[in-house]
Every structure is written in C-alpha cells, then in structure tokens.
C-alpha cells in the first residue's frame, strides 16, 4: 500500500471486502493519508504490530531517556534541543564537556499537523 492507494483501500475495508488479522503500521506517523487505515484497525484488527500508542510514546527521544531511567538503565547524559520547525535558530552552544569524547545525535520526531 502506498499513499495513492491508501484511500481505495480503507473504502474496501469499510465495504467489508476485506479485512486483516494482523496490522503493522509504518506510515501513519509521516502521512496523514494513513490516520483512517490506523484507526480503523485500531477498532477491527485483534493483532497491532506497532500501536500507535506505543509509537507516539517514543517519538521524543528525551522522553524515551526517562523511560531508561525510570527502569534502571544506564543512560548517558542528555542535551535536549529543540525541533527545527519549534526553534529554527538555536541559542549559542551551551557546554558540550558532559556528553563526553563520543557522543550521537538523534532528532525527535515531531510531525507537523
């Protein structure tokens, strides 16, 4: 399924022409085209792969490093920065010594609605 056949198909499913088992939702986090087909298996499909809430839970990384915390887990220090779309100019740079020699970079998800 794709963007141009996602409408097509939710009508079918809302016809009763077919239905599904299992769901495993990849794109409704970047299209919206796809919100219907993940409500619509929300409220018919016994088995989600990838529930939307658990999906959303995890968007922001910052809020995943808490999680960690909060069950035990040896979590590097963070510095959170804002989205692009939320602050396109950053503040002068902070201290960077705590993040240590090596360190990752890793954006929030954050879609535009």
């Known amino acids: 399924m794709n963007p141009q056949s996602v409408a097509g198909t939710f009508e079918r499913l809302q016809r009763g022409d077919f239905t599904a088992r299992a769901f495993f939702d990849r794109a409704a986090d970047t299209d919206l085209a796809f919100e ?3 409500a619509w298996a929300e ?18 990384k910052s809020n995943v490093r808490r999680e960690f915390i909060r069950a035990g887990l040896h979590t590097r220090h963070t ?3 804002p989205a692009w779309s939320r602050q396109p ?7 960077l010594a705590p993040l240590g020699a090596t360190f990752a970079i ?8």
């Open 43 to 60: 409220a018919h499909v016994p088995l989600l792969l990838n529930p939307a809430a658990d999906r959303r839970r995890v968007w922001k």
């Open 79 to 81: 510095i959170v920065i």
């Open 106 to 113: 890793k954006p929030d998800l954050l879609r535009i609605t």
């Open 36 to 38: 219907p087909l993940e």
């Open 89 to 95: 100019v950053l503040d002068p740079l902070f201290d």
